[in-house]
């Protein structure tokens, strides 16, 4: 065991030291740096920037190096904990993406809480009593909410709160509490703002969980030791909770390491439209102006999340599941 | 508003003294501050303003004095976007009026003698937003310390401050006045200071000497820097110093408002200015507003959020297809929403690259006939009409009405829908031979199909140029549309890859004969029309192509006795015949102008006219009404 846990962590290594090239040489693909971007931003106003700015600015960014000398720098700096500085924010990328991350988290994990809470009783429900009336409707709405898209469900929503309730129109919270500190105001705004885009970006998750939980219950109820479980008279609620949901959500803990990204990153088209102030919409601005560091650094930290999610899920499978080996090192 | 009444010239020649002929009440102490005087933080009003403080009068129409109080809320998509509001707040040097004169402002007076002597008195005892004196030090060693210094941006004198090339001498008079001489005469000088974007002059001496290696230890120095992750004082010096960047909270400035809140912020909070030189006729020191509070929102969002009511005034980010959505919710969330013209020279023209790599078709744009033909192969009417609801002017990309430099022949030459005369035009330059779909053949035999890029910001171009793709048909030319991106198509522009562009005429359409031309003549790659020629005058000729058409080398000419011509008749005389020229000459072909920006305005917000002119330069946007005296009225 020890032996492939170490196995696994060297595997990580070079992982994600190739993640980290090919994510440098895609920001880098685009014609021109950030630096055109501001040029060009500036010019459509009406406003110039001269060339020996310009240069001063490459030189402040370290732009004018070679390219190769860049990524080095860049790598160099992560491992010891300089994430390097954001160009459009004229902070350190550390900074910038810390101060959304709090929101991030809250959103996403409330966006998973609500996915988990809904699409659990139903999918049991819906195998449990597959083919009737309920399980039919159930599961249409569930695919109604995948079908929506979820822009204009986000838009529909933000109107209708904003018509009824009066909410402000998008952000988190309002305007008033921003800069102001955590008081129950500021916690009831955030609530308030916050069930909209839980439920736009829930309704679309909640339709394969629902699914997937239905056909891996249905796979186990099936089985053998679930008729000698009922023969042996144990209760129908025991008989569903002893194994095969056990086994059934053996899916869901694979799963961890797709959602650890997706906690910090968020459903970025959701969090455009809605404008809300979370690391989604800055990753996309970042890409967009060729703010290098702010999204390279910001991407490798999600292919961090992404790797160690994967191999939390293995060891936690591992634990769930009896009769996953790793790697056949057991049968020996 | 008065544009037509202009008074140009006013500055040309003799000294200006600005004379307040309201006499100045006391002034009195704004409620915002009273505790803090009270408390001793801070100097009764009496004493933070200048001696001299600029008395503001509402003889514009509509505009009226007003009371201190409240807060402005704006949207602005990203946080860089608070460099604008530096426009919005517009306290200069020297500023515009209403009617395009110019006159001082944070400047008690200035005195001008041939445009080439320029002496500029300060107001005594006026002070920065820390309070600390604004004198003839922060313009001494904003020349000397900075504008000379090699290693500091700008490095070296901006062009505006060259005139024949020399840099001016800077002389310090007295603690209030400074003084710049050039050996000849430079009109850009004081346009420049009254500017959106300002040329810089001065700078928070007292502030920035901190970060200047001729002040402050060159040890201690370097650590800073360093903790700041600048690679040197220089690079942290011009971090600081930015002061239209708006992006250095602890910056003393001269605005009207101070910005308290460094990026990355969702919300920046402006507060007023306890040492902002303006008062009313009343003695209430301006600005009204006490805080102004900008809200950082996705650029999609903000229609939205103007329409719930959650901006007290906002244009920017406001498309004019916005407007019957805005209008409908206007009474429920308390706006109004007003519609002001846009001050581009054209909202969209052709842009025929006379420096195309092609030489077949380089020879066809630079035959003016072609342009022309062209230019009459356009219904500009359909245009307006399909695309614009008719709200917008069919027009060359010229000067607007509401410029003095204004004649009805620059917008209207050529631009009607003709496709006989079209037609006779291109059969005389003998391109009579016709391949399929009846399409004209070019001189080398391949069929005349004319491919336009656009930039693909937005769905109105293409629209535009599929209606010219009908009527061209007519005169046997075809037309590809080609999107693509803003910088990729600048590129491909300067290095003759496009054939043609389509993009928004000139910025300022609203010039007057002491505004500099540049526009109008090949001295800029970012002239679509011509970006070799004006790559050429750009880097001294050490790039791009010298201008070859006689025509651009008379536009060149007549810059040259644009900037040496001695009074404000003699400069209008200049640009008569630049904008003949162009009228003449079809080198860009503008298609309609007068397109309108929606403004939502609160509606207990005063003094914002019904209908301004969205400009960027001259206008800053909402600078030039001076957002400094809006105010709330009490709702009832």
Same mark, same amino acid.
């Given at each position: ?332 | ?204 001496? $007292?502030? *920035? ?11 201690? #120095? /370097?650590?800073? &820097? @360093?903790?700041? %992750? ?80 959650? $901006?007290? *005034? ?11 959505? #805005? /209008?409908?919710? &206007? @009474?429920?969330? %308390? ?95 003998? #391109? ?205």
């Amino acid at each position: 065991m020890l032996g492939f846990l170490v196995r696994r962590i060297m595997v990580m290594i070079p992982t994600l030291l190739a993640i980290s090239a090919i994510t440098f040489v895609i920001i880098q693909l685009p014609p021109g740096d950030y630096l055109t971007t501001l040029m060009t931003e500036l010019e459509s106003r009406g406003e110039a920037i001269d060339e020996s700015r310009l240069q001063f600015l490459r030189e402040s960014y370290g732009l004018d190096r070679p390219m190769i000398e860049q990524y080095f720098v860049w790598v160099g700096g992560m491992l010891t904990g300089d994430y390097g500085f954001s160009f459009e924010y004229n902070r350190p990328v550390a900074d910038v993406i810390g101060d959304r991350m709090l929101l991030t988290i809250v959103v996403s994990f409330a966006t998973i809480v609500f996915i988990w809470v809904v699409s659990f009783p139903i999918g049991i429900y819906s195998a449990t009593h597959q083919y009737s009336l309920g399980d039919y409707g159930l599961t249409f709405l569930g695919f109604l909410g995948l079908a929506t898209p979820n822009f204009l469900l986000a838009l529909v929503l933000l109107y209708f709160a904003n018509v009824t309730f009066g909410t402000s129109i998008g952000g988190l919270m309002d305007a008033a509490y921003l800069d102001a500190p955590w008081s129950w105001g500021k916690v009831l705004s955030i609530l308030e703002h916050l069930w909209i885009p839980v439920i736009v970006i829930g309704t679309s998750g909640t339709a394969g969980m629902i699914r997937r939980l239905r056909a891996n219950l249905l796979d186990e109820l099936h089985k053998q030791y679930v008729v000698t479980a009922r023969a042996k008279g144990l209760t129908p609620a025991r008989v569903l909770w002893k194994y095969p949901l056990r086994m059934a959500i053996n899916p869901f803990i694979a799963d961890i390491g797709n959602l650890l990204p997706q906690i910090v990153s968020g459903a970025a088209v959701v969090s455009i439209v809605l404008s809300l102030p979370t690391t989604g919409p800055m990753l996309l601005d970042a890409l967009r102006s060729q703010d290098m560091y702010l999204a390279g650094s910001f991407l490798m930290f999600l292919a961090l999340l992404t790797v160690v999610g994967v191999f939390l899920s293995d060891l936690a499978l591992a634990a769930l599941d009896p009769r996953i080996r790793l790697e056949g090192g057991a049968t020996r | 508003m008065s544009f037509h009444r202009l008074l140009a010239g006013c500055l040309a020649l003799a000294a200006i003294a600005f004379l307040a002929t309201v006499p100045a009440a006391a002034a009195v102490e704004t409620p915002y501050f009273a505790e803090q005087v009270a408390a001793g933080k801070l100097p009764p009003v009496g004493e933070r303003l200048p001696a001299d403080p600029r008395i503001v009068t509402f003889d514009e129409d509509g505009a009226q004095q007003g009371q201190p109080g409240g807060d402005m809320t704006m949207l602005m998509a990203r946080a860089k976007d608070v460099r604008i509001m530096f426009a919005y707040f517009y306290a200069r040097l020297m500023t515009y009026t209403t009617d395009l004169t110019l006159e001082p402002d944070i400047l008690q007076s200035i005195e001008v003698e041939e445009n080439r002597v320029f002496t500029l008195h300060l107001r005594p005892g006026h002070r920065w937003s820390d309070g600390s004196p604004f004198t003839a030090e922060d313009f001494r060693y904003w020349w000397e310390d900075v504008i000379l210094n090699k290693d500091v941006p700008p490095f070296g004198p901006p062009p505006e401050m060259l005139a024949g090339g020399e840099p001016p001498l800077f002389e310090v008079l007295d603690e209030t006045t400074v003084r710049y001489t050039w050996k000849e005469p430079n009109p850009l000088f004081l346009p420049s200071l009254a500017a959106a974007r300002p040329l810089e002059i001065f700078g928070p001496a $007292a502030y *920035l000497k901190q970060f200047h290696v001729k002040y402050a230890d060159a040890g201690q #120095l /370097k650590e800073r &820097a @360093k903790a700041a %992750g600048q690679k040197s004082w220089a690079h942290l010096h011009n971090r600081m110093d930015n002061a239209y960047d708006n992006d250095n909270p602890d910056m003393p400035t001269l605005q009207p408002w101070i910005n308290t809140t460094a990026a990355p912020a969702e919300r920046f909070v402006f507060v007023r200015n306890p040492y902002y030189h303006r008062v009313d006729p009343a003695g209430n020191q301006l600005p009204y507003i006490d805080r102004l509070l900008v809200q950082i929102a996705d650029g999609k969002i903000i229609p939205a959020k103007a329409g719930a009511g959650e $901006a007290d *005034l906002q244009a920017r980010y406001l498309r004019f297809d916005n407007y019957t959505f #805005l /209008k409908q919710a &206007a @009474k429920r969330n %308390g706006y109004k929403v007003d519609l002001w013209k846009t001050g581009n020279g054209a909202h969209l023209a052709l842009f025929p690259n006379l420096n195309t790599a092609d030489p077949v078709w380089r020879d066809l744009f630079r035959d003016v006939r072609f342009r022309r033909a062209l230019s009459l192969g356009i219904d500009r009417d359909e245009i307006n009409q399909a695309i614009y609801y008719g709200l917008a002017h069919p027009s060359n990309n010229t000067v607007l009405p509401r410029s003095p430099l204004f004649r009805p022949e620059y917008r209207q030459a050529w631009t009607r829908f003709d496709v006989r005369e079209a037609n006779r035009l291109l059969d005389e330059m003998g #391109l009579t031979s016709r391949g399929g779909e009846n399409i004209r053949l070019m001189p080398d035999g391949r069929p005349m199909e004319i491919i336009v890029e656009t930039a693909g910001e937005s769905t109105e171009e293409v629209d535009v140029l599929e209606l010219i793709a009908d009527s061209w048909r007519k005169i046997g030319v075809k037309l590809f549309t080609k999107p693509s991106q803003l910088e990729v198509l600048r590129n491909r522009i300067y290095s003759g890859q496009t054939l043609m562009a389509i993009a928004k005429g000139v910025d300022n359409g609203i010039p007057t004969a002491d505004m500099a031309p540049t526009e109008f003549v090949p001295m800029d790659q970012n002239q679509y029309q011509w970006p070799k020629w004006g790559q050429f005058y750009q880097t001294g000729g050490t790039a791009g192509e010298k201008p070859a058409l006689p025509a651009a080398v008379e536009l060149m000419d007549l810059m040259g006795r644009w900037r040496t011509a001695p009074d404000t008749s003699a400069r209008a005389e200049v640009w008569h015949r630049i904008l003949g020229i162009h009228a003449d000459q079809v080198f860009t072909i503008g298609l309609v102008n007068g397109t309108l920006q929606p403004v939502v305005v609160r509606s207990t917000l005063r003094n914002v006219p019904d209908e301004g002119i969205y400009n960027w330069d001259p206008g800053a946007h909402f600078g030039i009404y001076r957002p400094d005296t809006f105010w709330f009225a009490k709702p009832g």
